[in-house]
């Protein structure tokens, strides 16, 4: 098959990729998760690749189909899928649509879990605890505003990071794009966040614990009693639901007894 | 307050608790009680209502997907003719419908809450105000337990990573 005019990909386009990136779980559904709003993000490329109607719907109906990852994450699928596609417009005999569909469905479960351990499970909980942190240790409104602006660049360096170059490296290395994905690159991350975030969590129950007990020693004991009783609810029942609110009436009538 | 939800992950299509709704209450709600002498009864008062609050809160999520699965089957028809341009109306039409129905969600929760609070303010009383101070130690304490669970689990999947 002869290869069509190739019609290449601007950087312009990519920056509206990334900017639509943003949207893209304004979409979610129960039927197809996220596939929607990936295709929103996608639709630059389909006005560079496709002027004509026929490989636009193509297109638009092969996007439509079940996707979910990790939000920030999923720059790295959709970097693939322009390099990809791309391809496809060009009319290369080495890139199908079928191949595309099947790296997506293999990216799903990598960028998903890549994502919730990286972000959900160790960037999001630490930014939060250092801005906690800043916040009680400040006694000036100026500076407590600052610890949440740094709560928030904290956060957001790597996010933004994560999504922008996930989209270039994605759209850089193609099918190769495990190459990007390996566990090295994302433990530095997670653990120059560990090594700050344990600190500054152990601080904060220690600061914590020594003004309930500066208030009231008896304090202590509702603050570590709580932690223990909602934890034990928890294991039981596994509900977040049940272990805030059974915790909370067992203390409410713990004190109208003891108080 | 944000510490009480942190540990929830929101995995797949997981029904997860609306914390972030939630704590916004809980705020808005002691910073509209503020005048009142019980500040203890205020945040009690106040947390109950949040735990309800994101209860309810992730029942309206799942109610705004169900109602993106009806704009899936408009997205594939415009797949099917082609319109770029449905596929973006669909997504605006998406975040706003959003934005409306967690407006209302979170009036009618203030507004609520703020019936509850006036009616048992008539039961609050200096001494019932004293059977509360433990309140935000209890909160706290709930909070840091879910915290370093979710830690402890963080850790163990980089231990076990590792090996």
């Given at each position: 098959?002869?290869?069509?005019?190739?019609?290449?990909?601007?950087?312009?386009?990519?920056?509206?990729?990334?900017?639509?990136?943003?949207?893209?779980?304004?979409?979610?559904?129960?039927?197809?998760?996220?596939?929607?709003?990936?295709?929103?993000?996608?639709?630059?490329?389909?006005?560079?690749?496709?002027?004509?109607?026929?490989?636009?719907?193509?297109?638009?109906?092969?996007h439509l189909k079940f996707f979910n990852c990790h939000p920030?994450?999923?720059?790295?699928?959709?970097?693939?899928?322009?390099?990809?596609?791309?391809?496809?417009?060009?009319?290369?005999?080495?890139?199908?649509?079928?191949?595309?569909?099947?790296?997506?469905?293999?990216?799903?479960?990598?960028?998903?879990?890549?994502?919730?351990?990286?972000?959900?499970?160790?960037?999001?909980?630490?930014?939060?605890?250092?801005?906690?942190?800043?916040?009680?240790?400040?006694?000036?409104?100026?500076?407590?505003?600052?610890?949440?602006?740094?709560?928030?660049?904290?956060?957001?360096?790597?996010?933004?990071?994560?999504?922008y170059n996930g989209l270039i490296e994605g759209y850089k290395?193609?099918?190769?794009?495990?190459?990007?994905?390996?566990?090295?690159?994302?433990?530095?991350?997670?653990?120059?966040?560990?090594?700050?975030?344990i600190p500054a969590l152990a601080t904060f129950i220690f600061?914590?614990?020594?003004?309930?007990?500066?208030?009231?020693?008896?304090?202590?004991?509702?603050?570590?009693?709580?932690?223990?009783?909602?934890?034990?609810?928890?294991?039981?029942?596994?509900?977040?639901?049940?272990?805030?609110?059974?915790?909370?009436?067992?203390?409410?009538?713990?004190?109208?007894?003891?108080? | 307050?944000?510490?009480?939800?942190?540990?929830?992950?929101?995995?797949?299509?997981?029904?997860?608790?609306?914390?972030?709704?939630?704590?916004?209450?809980?705020?808005?709600?002691?910073?509209?009680?503020?005048?009142?002498?019980?500040?203890?009864?205020?945040?009690?008062?106040?947390?109950?209502?949040?735990?309800?609050?994101?209860?309810?809160?992730?029942?309206?999520?799942?109610?705004?997907?169900?109602?993106?699965?009806?704009?899936?089957?408009?997205?594939?028809?415009?797949?099917?003719?082609?319109?770029?341009?449905?596929?973006?109306?669909?997504?605006?039409?998406?975040?706003?419908?959003?934005?409306?129905?967690?407006?209302?969600?979170?009036?009618?929760?203030?507004?609520?809450?703020?019936?509850?609070?006036?009616?048992?303010?008539?039961?609050?009383?200096?001494?019932?105000?004293?059977?509360?101070?433990?309140?935000?130690?209890?909160?706290?304490?709930?909070?840091?337990?879910?915290?370093?669970?979710?830690?402890?689990?963080?850790?163990?999947?980089?231990?076990?990573?590792?090996?």
């Amino acid at each position: 098959m002869p290869e069509k005019e190739t019609k290449h990909i601007r950087k312009i386009d990519i920056l509206k990729v990334f900017l639509r990136s943003f949207f893209l779980q304004s979409v979610w559904n129960y039927k197809s998760l996220i596939s929607i709003g990936f295709e929103s993000c996608l639709l630059p490329i389909v006005k560079r690749l496709y002027p004509d109607i026929e490989p636009r719907r193509e297109f638009l109906q092969r996007h439509l189909k079940f996707f979910n990852c990790h939000p920030y994450l999923a720059s790295y699928a959709l970097g693939v899928s322009i390099r990809l596609e791309e391809g496809i417009a060009a009319g290369s005999e080495e890139t199908t649509a079928r191949q595309l569909s099947r790296v997506k469905d293999l990216l799903i479960p990598t960028l998903g879990a890549k994502g919730d351990q990286l972000f959900w499970l160790t960037i999001r909980p630490f930014s939060l605890i250092l801005g906690v942190l800043g916040v009680f240790i400040f006694d000036a409104i100026a500076l407590k505003v600052a610890a949440l602006l740094a709560t928030f660049i904290i956060y957001n360096i790597p996010h933004f990071y994560i999504r922008y170059n996930g989209l270039i490296e994605g759209y850089k290395f193609g099918l190769d794009v495990y190459k990007c994905l390996t566990n090295d690159r994302f433990s530095r991350l997670e653990k120059i966040y560990l090594y700050f975030g344990i600190p500054a969590l152990a601080t904060f129950i220690f600061l914590l614990a020594w003004s309930f007990f500066q208030d009231e020693p008896s304090r202590i004991l509702f603050f570590s009693g709580a932690a223990i009783y909602s934890w034990m609810i928890y294991k039981i029942s596994n509900n977040f639901y049940y272990a805030t609110f059974f915790t909370i009436i067992f203390f409410l009538v713990v004190s109208f007894f003891f108080l | 307050m944000q510490l009480l939800w942190l540990h929830i992950i929101p995995v797949g299509s997981i029904v997860f608790p609306e914390g972030n709704i939630a704590s916004m209450i809980i705020c808005a709600i002691v910073v509209l009680f503020e005048e009142l002498p019980y500040p203890n009864l205020v945040f009690t008062t106040a947390v109950m209502i949040g735990i309800f609050v994101s209860y309810a809160g992730a029942w309206v999520t799942v109610l705004d997907r169900k109602i993106n699965g009806s704009f899936l089957k408009f997205a594939q028809k415009s797949a099917q003719r082609g319109k770029m341009i449905q596929i973006n109306l669909i997504e605006a039409v998406s975040i706003i419908i959003y934005f409306l129905i967690m407006t209302v969600f979170v009036f009618v929760c203030l507004h609520l809450g703020s019936i509850a609070l006036k009616f048992l303010g008539t039961y609050f009383s200096p001494a019932l105000e004293q059977k509360v101070i433990m309140i935000k130690p209890v909160i706290f304490g709930i909070g840091i337990m879910f915290t370093i669970q979710l830690i402890f689990k963080s850790v163990k999947k980089k231990i076990a990573a590792k090996s």
